[in-house]
């Protein structure tokens, strides 16, 4: 997909999925990955031919070490936003809650630099969050 930007170039849209991840304390977990400056949800682009959901799992794996239990899992929509990482670029994003179980352990891999666990209702991290984050944030109650 396609359109156009307000300085008449070409707009690609990114085919992704993000995880809203919430703890038992309430806090929400970002994550930053390598030479990137935005914050956002743990998450990827879909592969061609990938479900969404497959996608969720394959990426929450590969990005903080934790293979998801599909119960953990509730769809809260699909969402649009300008791409935080790649100028010219929009993403159209299958957005999801995981809650954790008490005891799950995550780490920073693959192509991560850091991860926060932040207060949904006053987000602050050091480094800017991503717009769908912000997006994502509020359409889960926060």
Same mark, same amino acid.
């Given at each position: 997909?396609?359109?156009?930007?307000?300085?008449?170039?070409?707009?690609?849209? =990114?085919?992704?999925?993000?995880?809203?991840?919430?703890?038992?304390?309430?806090?929400? #977990? #970002? +994550?930053? /990955?390598?030479?990137?400056?935005?914050?956002?949800?743990?998450?990827? /682009?879909?592969?061609?031919?990938?479900?969404?959901?497959?996608?969720?799992?394959?990426?929450?794996?590969?990005?903080?070490?934790?293979? #998801?239990?599909? *119960?953990?899992?509730?769809?809260?929509?699909?969402?649009?936003?300008?791409?935080?990482?790649?100028?010219?670029?929009? +993403?159209?994003?299958?957005?999801?809650? +995981?809650? #954790?179980?008490?005891?799950?352990?995550?780490?920073?891999?693959?192509?991560?630099?850091? =991860?926060?666990?932040?207060?949904? *209702?006053?987000? +602050?991290?050091?480094?800017?969050?991503?717009?769908?984050? =912000?997006?994502?944030?509020?359409?889960?109650?926060?």
């Amino acid at each position: 997909m396609t359109g156009t930007d307000t300085d008449g170039g070409a707009v690609r849209t =990114l085919r992704i999925v993000a995880a809203v991840v919430e703890r038992a304390d309430g806090r929400h #977990l #970002l +994550v930053r /990955k390598r030479g990137t400056e935005s914050f956002m949800q743990v998450g990827g /682009k879909i592969e061609p031919g990938e479900e969404p959901l497959a996608a969720l799992v394959r990426e929450f794996e590969e990005e903080v070490g934790l293979r #998801l239990d599909p *119960a953990d899992i509730e769809s809260i929509g699909r969402f649009g936003a300008p791409a935080a990482n790649e100028p010219g670029h929009v +993403v159209d994003a299958y957005a999801y809650r +995981v809650r #954790l179980r008490p005891g799950a352990e995550i780490a920073v891999r693959a192509e991560l630099e850091e =991860l926060v666990w932040i207060d949904p *209702a006053a987000p +602050v991290a050091s480094y800017p969050i991503a717009p769908l984050s =912000l997006d994502l944030l509020a359409a889960a109650g926060h």
